[in-house]
């Protein structure tokens, strides 16, 4: 089984609509969860870490449900500029990242 | 600019060359990690540094892949006799010492053709 699993997509999104997706890991003592973006041809960049109350960015928010071992995010009033891949994170011990395979986000005008 | 750099940006070679990556992390991280993306795939972790101790390893990291950081500072990445599946992104990332949920950094990556 993958430490991080994500459905891919691709989440064709019209402007300003909502879109939610979320990741499941394997791990259940995993203590550290992350949302990086990652844009075409780019490198990784952390968008918002994930804590176990949630956490809350702006038109982002992300959930953690330790139960059930998945993450969330959501990303309110979406913008041409969030088209991008999102990669769901864990830290798999010593401070290795283990990424899922990213969701693909496309909006649409 | 203060971020990870990586050189070279793009490398193509002719299956069985040896290839040389390095990473320039942010000067104050003394954390330095490499890592692996392909097409479609979110990036795996190859290796991690703690300054110039070498801790841990991937079992993606065959015998033909060997890291290095002299002096804590920069690192490399070598790869002998390069295959064609070794055609990837290797990116590094770099992280402050404490704690285990710091963000890590990553440079723009080195693409990695093998022909």
């Known amino acids: 089984r993958k430490e991080v699993e994500q459905d891919p997509g691709p989440f064709n999104v019209p402007e300003g609509a909502t879109v939610a997706f979320n990741c499941t890991y394997s791990?259940?003592?995993?203590?550290?969860f992350f949302w990086y973006r990652q844009d075409c041809r780019k490198e990784p960049k952390l968008l918002m870490s994930?804590?176990?109350s949630g956490n809350e960015d702006g038109r982002f928010t992300a959930q953690l449900n330790r139960a059930s071992q998945y993450i969330s995010l959501l990303i309110r009033d979406s913008k041409l500029s969030d088209s991008a891949t999102y990669l769901c994170?864990?830290?798999?011990?010593?401070?290795?990242?283990?990424f899922g395979k990213g969701n693909q986000v496309v909006v649409i005008p | 600019d203060t971020g990870v750099s990586q050189n070279p940006r793009h490398k193509i070679t002719k299956r069985g060359q040896n290839v040389t990556f390095r990473c320039d992390p942010i000067s104050e991280h003394n954390r330095l990690y490499w890592y692996r993306q392909t097409l479609g795939q979110g990036p795996e972790f190859l290796t991690y540094?703690?300054?110039?101790?070498?801790?841990?390893k991937s079992r993606l990291l065959s015998d033909r892949f060997s890291a290095e950081r002299p002096k804590g500072s920069f690192s490399t990445l070598e790869i002998q006799r390069t295959e064609q599946g070794d055609s990837a992104m290797y990116l590094c990332a770099s992280s402050l010492p404490t704690g285990g949920a710091n963000e890590q950094f990553f440079g723009p990556g080195t693409r990695l053709t093998v022909l």
């Open positions: 540094f703690q300054n110039e101790a070498q801790l841990e």
């Open positions: 994170v864990v830290n798999a011990g010593n401070n290795r990242l283990a």
């Open positions: 994930v804590y176990s």
């Open positions: 791990n259940s003592a995993s203590q550290s």
